[in-house]
């Protein structure tokens, strides 16, 4: 009879076992786990950090695609539809500036005839004030 390794957590090996997962893999997995402080988690991390990425690989084939693809198709979508939206209140913003409003209008106008009614010597001062 085999006699099992003192530092193992046999249960999560079990369970490993029962998964499906090899020996090796889940002998690996029950050692790494730090029994009694007696090992730092890293290792048990690092275990985990694989079986994660084994895992995201399965995942990865059985949906055609990456996950990081979908994600930055998301991202580019988000982006073009922000674009669109700015571009959409320039030309607003563009449209409404070209515009005067009838007040506006009309007080252009009356200054344009009242310059023409000005003395000469008020039309000196307007262009001094102009100029400072």
């Known amino acids: 009879m085999a006699k099992a390794k003192s530092g193992r957590d046999q249960s999560l090996y079990d369970k490993l076992r029962d998964s499906g997962v090899r020996k090796k893999v889940a002998a690996r997995a029950a ?5 009694g402080g007696v090992k730092s988690p890293a290792a048990a991390q690092r ?12 995942k990865d084939r059985l949906g055609g ?23 959409k209140a320039a030309s607003t913003r563009k449209a409404t500036a070209t515009k005067r ?10 200054r344009g005839a009242n310059a023409a009614k000005r ?13 400072k």
């Open 31 to 35: 050692d790494a786990l730090p029994t």
């Open 65 to 87: 695609g990456t996950r990081k693809r979908s994600e930055a198709a998301k991202k580019a979508a988000t982006t073009r539809k922000a674009t669109a939206t700015a571009k």
């Open 47 to 58: 275990v985990a950090d694989e079986l994660s990425a084994a895992s995201e690989a399965i």
């Open 119 to 131: 003395s000469t010597a008020a039309k000196k001062g307007a262009a001094t004030r102009k100029a």
């Open 101 to 110: 409003s009838t007040a506006a209008k009309k007080a252009a106008s009356t």
